[in-house]
Nanobody, 120 residues
Framework: QVQLVESGGGLVQAGGSLRLSCAAS????????MGWYRQAPGKQRELVAT???????TYADSVKGRFTISGDNAKKTVHMQMNSLKPEDTAVYYC??????????????WGKGTLVTVSS
């Protein structure tokens, strides 16, 4: 069974930094893409950043220049360094893994989420 476990959320003042981490566990052969999505109260879940197994990254315009995503294929982990945080970054952040290859079948998975609160 594949699980994604997030860590690193918390409360921080505006302008501060946090680092989110996500680790995938289970009998996994490979993962195509890992990333972070977020959902603020009353809003839809949105993409924050993704990284492919080859290292290609994608960022939402709202976080470009402030957030940096990195991954370790061997350890099946993804991290996101978040700097210059703003109150509008407040949300539950979800780890996502796409194209998780397990015993010849590929699926997508979500973590349970970690809350990031940025105070003004």
């Amino acid at each position: 069974q594949v699980q994604l476990v997030e860590s690193g959320g918390g409360l921080v003042q505006a302008g501060g930094s946090l680092r989110l981490s996500c680790a995938a566990s289970g009998v996994i052969f490979s993962i195509n893409t890992m990333g972070w999505y977020r959902q603020a109260p009353g809003k839809q879940r949105e993409l924050v950043a993704t990284i492919t197994s080859s290292g290609s990254t994608t960022y939402a315009d709202s976080v470009k220049g402030r957030f940096t995503i990195s991954g370790d294929n061997a350890k099946k982990t993804v991290h996101m360094q978040m700097n210059s945080l703003k109150p509008e970054d407040t949300a539950v952040y979800y780890c996502n893994a796409k194209g998780v290859l397990v015993l010849g079948s590929a699926s997508n998975y979500w973590g349970k989420g970690t809350l990031v609160t940025v105070s003004s």
